[in-house]
């Protein structure tokens, strides 16, 4: 690899980024994909002290990087060329064809001992496919988590980095620096995920509590709107006072804020004039998919899938609801009472699809072989990403054996059995009103069914030998047994 003397020393001041010539004039770190995360990355290396080479397939000018301390490439060739040996070069393209376009592009520009950081929501899968394609030229392929959106991965993301482990050292100190640090004990939220595609498994597994989260809050504000007729602003100062101290998070604060916003043409709460059909990039739907593979229930965060595939069909829903005829009334009763139960079913809801998620991770680090260390996933969760909440230093404390369901965990019955009474009731009102809480409900049977001694399978295992011989286990006698059905 040729090496050029184009590097800059970028150290952060006042005023802003002061950039100079470093003197072993090479730059210390790529970054492919200058878009708006892509940028924000780049800038927070930079202001963490390390020079970054970047290129961007759409043509950014150098121009607009200058201001981020950014030196801009116009080709991958060149991009390379100044870089420091080994390459650590980050990828923040979208998931999916253009990763692999890039590394085949990059693999006959690189040499052995170089890493490649994919930094975008790829599928596990496709990492591990990919690892697997550059086991010939010993460059290593880091498969890394990236959450905290826009204003994230700028001041400081939660980073979930796995793969090969030499590979990971090497790029340790530069994580560690740019990623959030946690208030409680000033710990960088990054650390070591696992082998292959353990840190893109865990990204999923982390955006399918998101989407169970962000459902949950839509629950409450549609219960909020429909079964109370609370306006958009009204909600929203609902949701700033729930969100306070153990039950406060950054989902709750991002809905308030929206909730809160006017359009200034309409002068209408924004949030009722956006269309009511949610998109997604499949993240969620991967973790329910894997958590049917490997055996797990996630129906929290499947129900929030689920509803935004519903909410896609939204002119046959219109349809719909012009035959079937308005049955959504207001709710009787206490309008604080109503919110108590609504605040501590979000709650509940919340630890549940953690509660499911950890569960999921639990089997996949089994299945795998990606040794997980749950606490201290949740603890890298505290702080800089989508998830970050108390509840997750909560959570990391109480769950010092990783291989324990959380619904077995004393301290989390008791936290959940009171607030499960006000879900039961907040479930079965809105039931009563045709206001669908679909993550709630499955929440509320989740907790029934994994608290029940026993469940109808026994009844279900009588008809599975029935109609075809499948066999079932008692509870007085050994071995596979066969009914004698009459007809
Ligand atoms: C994060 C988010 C992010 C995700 C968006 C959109 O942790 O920063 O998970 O990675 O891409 O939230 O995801 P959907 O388009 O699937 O809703």
């Not at 730059?27 to 878009?35: R, Y």
């Not at 209408?268 to 229930?297: M, Y």
């Not at 509660?355 to 040794?371: D, K, T, V």
């Not at 230093?393 to 499960?420: D, F, H, M, Y």
Request: glycine share 10%; aromatic share 6%.
């Amino acid at each position: 690899m040729q090496l050029t003397a184009v590097a800059l020393l970028v150290a952060f001041s006042a005023g802003g980024i002061v950039v100079a010539m470093k003197e072993t004039g090479i730059c210390e770190i790529g970054v492919i994909g200058l878009g708006v995360m892509g940028r924000g990355l780049a800038a927070n290396i930079v202001r963490n002290g390390f020079s970054v080479a970047g290129f961007d397939r759409g043509g950014v000018t150098a121009d607009g990087m200058e201001k981020h301390g950014i030196v801009v490439h116009s080709s991958l060739k060149q991009l390379v060329a100044a870089l420091a040996s080994p390459c650590r070069i980050f990828l923040m393209v979208p998931a999916g064809e253009p990763v692999d376009r890039l590394i085949d592009q990059l693999t006959p520009l690189l040499s052995a001992g170089d890493i490649i950081i994919d930094c975008g929501n790829s599928h596990f899968r496709d990492t591990e496919r990919r690892q697997e394609k550059l086991t010939g030229t010993k460059i290593s392929l880091i498969g890394m988590g990236v959450s905290g959106g826009e204003k994230g991965v700028l001041s400081g993301p939660s980073l979930m980095p796995g793969g090969d482990r030499i590979a990971f050292e090497a790029i340790k100190p530069v994580l560690q620096k740019i990623a959030a640090v946690a208030d409680q004990d000033n710990k960088p939220c990054v650390s070591y995920i696992g082998p292959g595609s353990a840190g893109h498994f865990v990204k999923m597994v982390h955006n399918g509590i998101e989407y169970a989260e962000m459902q949950l809050i839509g629950e409450c504000y549609d219960f909020m709107r429909k079964g109370m007729g609370f306006s958009a602003s009204q909600i929203s100062e609902v949701l700033a006072d729930w969100n306070k101290a153990d039950e406060a998070s950054f989902l709750i604060d991002v809905s308030r804020t929206v909730l809160a916003a006017i359009d200034p043409v309409t002068g209408q709460s924004l949030v009722d004039l956006i269309v009511d059909r949610a998109g997604q990039k499949g993240t969620g739907s991967w973790t329910s998919q894997c958590a049917l593979e490997l055996g797990v229930g996630v129906p929290t965060i499947t129900a929030a899938v689920d509803v935004r595939i519903m909410s896609s069909r939204k002119s046959e829903r219109m349809q719909a609801a012009k035959l079937w005829g308005d049955r959504q009334k207001r709710l009787s009763g206490d309008a604080q009472t109503l919110l108590n139960g609504l605040r501590s079913s979000l709650f509940a809801g919340r630890i549940i699809a953690f509660a499911q998620g950890i569960n999921l991770l639990q089997l996949a680090s089994r299945e795998y072989a990606y040794n997980l260390d749950i606490c201290n996933i949740l603890s890298i969760w505290r702080a800089g990403c989508i998830l970050r909440s108390p509840l997750l230093q909560i959570l990391a404390g109480l769950l010092v054996n990783k291989e324990k369901n959380l619904l077995l965990i004393p301290e989390i019955e008791k936290i959940l059995s009171p607030r499960t009474s006000r879900l039961r009731q907040i479930v079965s009102m809105a039931a009563q009103n045709a206001i669908p809480l679909a993550a709630m409900a499955s929440t509320l049977a989740y907790i029934d069914s994994m608290t029940s001694a026993s469940l109808p399978a026994n009844l279900v295992q009588a008809q599975r030998d029935c109609f075809g011989a499948h066999g079932f286990e008692r509870f007085d006698l050994p071995g596979i047994l066969h009914g004698k059905w009459q007809d």
